[in-house]
């Protein structure tokens, strides 16, 4: 798995992000993005990802647009991440947009290696997805959500749920007790990626 490092290399707080190779540009500006909104001191270790649709899945599930099906590559691609967050002394934040962003979510439920998740636009419309979170316990302390108000307006009959099923998953996680924030962007799925995901970077490496 390539890895790409940005920041201060002895931090004690390391942002974790699956990244896709469409992000590769816009990857630095989200970078500048999250130093200007915290005055922490961080690294970022981005992971690339090659196959989108397997490697950050959860679990098999037929294809929702276009024809590539979902596969179930995420157990095998968090392993891999977690090789490189041994560290005790450090603190690991994870996050990501779109499937990055479900895979962090789903993450935080195997595992307490992470203080906090940061999930951008995350695609929380993939089938069973919320039923999961109902049946299982996450193990994280702090989790951010986030939406464009246009997201749900498509015509794909699964994809437009996505803002119903954010609403579940954060009234969820609040009667979970969690620290947990929604917040609502302006525009469609494609607009200001890199933004998107820094604020919710920022706003975990408060909480």
């Known amino acids: 798995m390539n890895t790409l490092e940005y920041g201060n290399s002895d931090a004690s707080l390391v942002l974790v992000q699956p990244i896709g190779e469409h992000e590769l540009s816009t990857l630095e500006n989200e970078v500048k993005e999250i130093s200007r909104l915290s005055d922490k001191n961080f690294r970022l270790i981005a992971f690339k990802i090659d196959n989108w649709n397997k490697e950050l899945s959860p679990w098999k599930s037929g294809a929702v647009f276009g024809k590539e099906d979902f596969g179930d590559g995420a157990k095998e691609t968090l392993d891999k991440i977690l ?11 994870i996050g990501g947009y779109s499937l990055a962003g479900l895979f962090s979510l789903w993450a935080s439920y195997q595992t307490d290696t ?5 999930s951008a636009s995350p695609s ?10 109902k ?3 996450i193990k ?12 749900k307006n498509t015509r794909n009959p699964i994809m ?3 803002g119903d099923c954010i609403s579940k998953a954060y009234e969820h ?15 469609n799925h494609f607009k200001d990626a890199d933004i998107r995901t820094a604020k919710a970077f920022s706003w975990t490496m408060e909480h």
């Open 173 to 187: 996680l609040k009667e979970k007790g969690l620290g947990v924030w929604l917040e609502w962007n302006q525009g």
């Open 140 to 151: 994280t302390d702090a989790v951010y959500l986030s939406l464009g108000d246009k997201e």
């Open 83 to 93: 090789k490189l967050c041994t560290d005790s002394s450090k603190e690991y934040i």
């Open 114 to 118: 992470f203080k906090a998740v940061a």
């Open 160 to 162: 437009s749920t996505v």
């Open 124 to 133: 929380i419309w993939f089938p069973g997805f919320i039923d999961y979170m």
């Open 135 to 137: 049946d299982n316990e």
